[in-house]
């Protein structure tokens, strides 16, 4: 059964940090290029980022670039998210999926800013 658990929100002040897990089963992780992807109520679900299978390419929409860092353990079939000098409209429930428009992602984890 392909499973996709993300853990790791919360509440943060603006400026904090968080970091975010994605615990991957039932499917080839190793091979598979992984995603983040966001979502806040009444707007459309939002890419993230993108890590190719080795982890040795990575991508970021531009309003997390220099932020936001992706990463994975292949060995753990983990996906991570590390999330610095967040900002309040970095505010969302955050998923962890198989295709860059949120295919196969998990339940989420929900992410607060507060100013």
């Known amino acids: 059964q392909v499973q996709l658990v993300e853990s790791g929100g919360g509440l943060v002040q603006s400026g904090g940090s968080l970091r975010l897990s994605c615990a991957a089963s039932g499917f080839p992780f190793e091979d598979m290029w992984m995603y983040w992807v966001r979502q806040t109520p009444g707007k459309e679900l939002e890419w993230v980022s993108s890590?190719?299978?080795?982890?040795?390419?990575?991508d970021y929409v531009d309003s997390v670039k220099g932020r936001f860092t992706i990463s994975r353990d292949n060995s753990k079939n983990i996906l991570y998210l590390l999330m610095d000098s967040l900002k309040s409209e970095d505010t969302a429930v955050y998923y962890c999926?198989?295709?860059?428009?949120?295919?196969?992602r998990g339940r989420g984890t929900q992410v607060t800013v507060s100013s």
């Open positions: 999926a198989k295709g860059r428009t949120g295919y196969g």
């Open positions: 890590i190719s299978s080795s982890g040795g390419y990575v």
